[in-house]
Each structure stands twice: as C-alpha cells, then as structure tokens.
C-alpha cells in the first residue's frame, strides 16, 4: 500500500516541524515577551500575543517550512497581530502607527534588520523584561516569582518550591505584579544610572533562582534543567558586560560558572544522582572553572570578597579546586558558611554550614547543628534537612535512624531523581 506508506511519511515530516516550533518557541518565548512587552506595556498582552504567534507558526510552518530566521518571524507575526488588536480598539492610534511603520521598515530591509531595531541598550529584551519586573512597585518575592515565570518559563509551582511558599500564594503574587506593572504604565526598557543600582539585588537574587531551579529541579522527572542553567549563566554575563565593576554580579557569575561546571558529572551511568563525594571529576567542565575562578578573583579585587554571592562562590571554588574527593578543606569550607551566615542568615544557609560542620569535626557535631534547625521548624517541610541527617547518622554507625532519615527525605522530595537517590541510600543502610 503505497499511499499508506506516503501518508506515514508526511506524517513523519509534520511532527518533525511541530518539534520544531516547540523548540523555537521554548527558546525565543522570552526574548518575545520581552520586545512584545515594550512596545504594548502590558505584559499579559505580551504573552497573549506571542502564544498568537506560536499558533500561526503551527499553521504555516508544515506547509511553507521553517523560516532563516524564526524568532524573527515569530516576531512579525506577534506585532502584526498586535496591529489588528490595536485597529479593532480603534485606540494607541499612535503607537499603532509607530509599530506600522517598524514593521513596513523591517519588511523592506529584511527580518534580521527588523529584529536588530528591537533591541535596547543592551541588545537583549530579556535582559529589559528582567529589570522592569523587579521595579520597586513590587515587592521582592514578587519581583522574583514574575520574573522566575516570564524569563525561565517555570510553572508556578515550581515557584513555590523555590520559596518555600504556597502555590496560592506565589499564583496571587504573579497576578498582582502584572496589574500593577500595567497599571503604571512602565517603560520595559534596562534602566541607568541609580535606578539600575537601586533594582540590581533583586535582579542578581532571580537570576540565581533560575540558575538554581536549573541545577536542582524542585519538580519532574530530570534532576537538573541545563537550560536553565544556561539562561541563568548567559544572564550573568550579560550582566558583568554591563557593570563590570560590581563585585556581586561578578561573585554571582562566578558561583554559577563554578556550579555549572559540575553538571556533566551529576548524573552516573545507570542515569542516578550522585553526590559531590561519588562525582568523576575527570568530567567537571575545566573551562567553566577557570572562568568562575577568574570572576571570584575579579569580584574580590575589587573588595566584594564578603557578599553573599562572592562567598558562594569561595566555596563552590574549595570543591573545584580539589582534585579528589579526600583532597576538600572542609575546615575552610565550615569557616565561610559561617562568614556567609553572618552576611545571609536564613534556615538553608544554616542547613549547609551544619552539613559542612559534620564533614570537617565528624557526624556528631553536624547532629549537633541539625537538632537545632529542626527544632526551629523553618525547613520541616525540606528534603535536604533529613537527608542531612540520614549522613551524619549513617557515618555516626546508626544505620537504622540514617534509614527512616533517608526515607522521610525522600517522602518529601517532589523530584522523580532525587526520591531514587534517597531511597537507593536508604537500601544501603540495610535493614
């Protein structure tokens, strides 16, 4: 049967294209938003429209093919959209006569031109979406939560498990900062001088929580989301380009570099998690390193050597610069958490400097520390806490107690790689 056969084939091509369009739009979705977002100052109209060029692209796209440039002709067909919307309102007859003529201009000299004319000072509408979303309008976890679901595209509870929060809550804290933003009329632009300084800890504080989600998803089968991580990581320097001279953009940057370089290794052949001790580190990214080594010294220079971001970064620096497991200066390592929790006192810091204690003065003093959170409730709800303990406990010769630790931990992890980690050290206390 031959048109059978045909007809499979086509169909071949057709979810080939529609994988396409699903990656294209994965991976221009926020530089959409962002470039829509300016020009209509709405960044729910924003999204609206580039989901509206998503379902053009899906009609035409099997039939005419992928485009040279589809990020830009997904652009196109959002502004043209947004032309039709304007018409129909008959209102922003100015507006609509600016995005007219941006368009009859980028059509005439060609998408790449076009798309270029969007770009603002720095030439990335990421980048502009990221600073109005942190606007002092806003509180700073909802500064963090809109910028988490409009620039890294995580759901809102993934949201949640970031900050510890409610899904109600991080769901009304989204709703409320787009109204708000809309409401004043923003410009969606990188601000200068003292404003963009005022803006930039929020700033720096999203960027490292798209980082994080990406190195250690909170949700899903996949232990980490490389792109994430990738995003957060071209972000960071993008932002060092920017203000080269600020220490934490650069203690930042280079805590994501020294993170990111560990990636390739997390992962063992049989596809389960494995920790910093069982890594390969023959598989650790050298030039990752070398660069967050690089940014460390530059942040330290110039006297960020105490942020928070810096100190981050001086301790993944102690793992990268060890060339085996039994080689780590745990001592130092039990020193800056201590610095850290001086500079950024919260509940998880608290968690690893008692991890960090338990490897540099033995289990019993990291037990120690642990009793204490966990009596101050703050993580009763957090994986890593009884995970912690299991360690220590199963080092201590209390195989069973590790066991039951390690079986809560994973009861209460909602990543599919992580319960399998837990629950494979949990098999190995026996019992």
């Known amino acids: ?69 589809p990020g830009a002709w997904l652009m196109a067909a959002a502004k043209r959209r947004a032309i039709d919307g304007f018409r129909r309102r008959a209102m922003m007859a100015r507006k609509h006569a600016e995005i007219g003529h941006e368009l009859e201009a980028g059509q005439n000299a060609g998408m790449d031109a076009m798309e270029a004319a969007l770009d603002d000072d720095t030439g990335d509408e990421r980048l ?7 606007h002092p309008i ?42 708000a933003i809309a409401d004043a009329g923003l410009a969606f632009a990188v601000p200068r001088g003292p ?37 957060a990581q071209r972000l960071g320097r993008v932002l060092a380009g920017l203000l080269p001279e600020e220490p934490e953009v650069l203690g930042l940057l280079a ?27 023959a ?16 942040a330290e220079a ?13 301790l993944a620096a102690c793992h990268a610069t060890a060339r085996r497991a039994e080689d780590t200066d745990w001592r130092r390592i039990a020193a800056l958490y201590g610095r850290l929790f001086r500079a950024m006192p919260s509940p998880v810091v608290a968690l690893n400097r008692a991890i960090a204690h338990g490897m540099a003065f033995g289990p019993e003093a990291g037990l120690v520390l642990l009793d204490v959170l966990e009596a101050g409730g703050a993580l009763a709800h957090y994986a890593p806490l009884p995970a912690a303990r299991g360690d ?13 630790q390690f079986e809560k931990a994973a009861a209460l992890s909602r990543n599919a790689a992580e319960q399998r980690f837990l629950l494979r050290r949990a098999a190995a206390c026996g019992g």
């Not at 190195?215 to 490389?226: E, M, Q």
């Not at 805590?255 to 580190?281: I, V």
Request: aromatic residues 4%; glycine residues 8%; proline residues 4%.
């Open 1 to 69: 049967m031959p048109g059978a056969g045909f007809a499979l084939t086509l169909d071949g091509v057709a979810s080939d294209i529609h994988h396409t369009i699903e990656t294209v739009f994965r991976i221009e979705q926020a530089r959409l938003i962002g470039g829509l977002a300016r020009m209509v100052r709405d960044i729910g109209l924003a999204e609206e429209l580039a989901q509206d060029a998503l379902v053009a692209a899906l009609a035409e796209w099997p039939k005419s093919g992928v485009p040279r440039n």
């Open 128 to 134: 502009a979406l990221i600073f109005t979303a942190c």
């Open 138 to 179: 806003l509180s700073p976890d909802a500064r963090a939560a809109l910028t988490l679901r409009l620039i890294g595209g995580l759901s809102t509870a993934e949201i949640a498990r970031a900050f510890l929060a409610k899904e109600a809550t991080i769901a009304q804290r989204i709703v409320r900062a787009r109204k």
């Open 195 to 231: 404003e963009r300084a005022e803006r930039l800890a929020s700033v720096l504080e999203v960027v490292y929580l798209i980082f994080n989600e990406g190195y250690a998803a909170t949700a899903g089968v996949a232990l980490t989301r490389p792109d994430l991580c990738r995003e």
């Open 255 to 281: 805590l994501m570099e020294l993170q990111a370089s560990r990636l390739a290794a997390r992962l063992g052949a049989d596809g389960m998690p494995l920790s910093l001790l069982e890594q390969n580190r």
């Open 283 to 298: 598989r650790w990214d050298m030039l990752l390193i070398r660069r967050g080594l690089a940014a460390l010294r530059r």
């Open 302 to 314: 110039l006297g960020g050597g105490d942020g928070p971001y810096a100190l981050q970064a001086a």
């Open 392 to 404: 220590c406990l199963l080092r201590a010769g209390r195989p069973d107690d590790a066991r039951a």
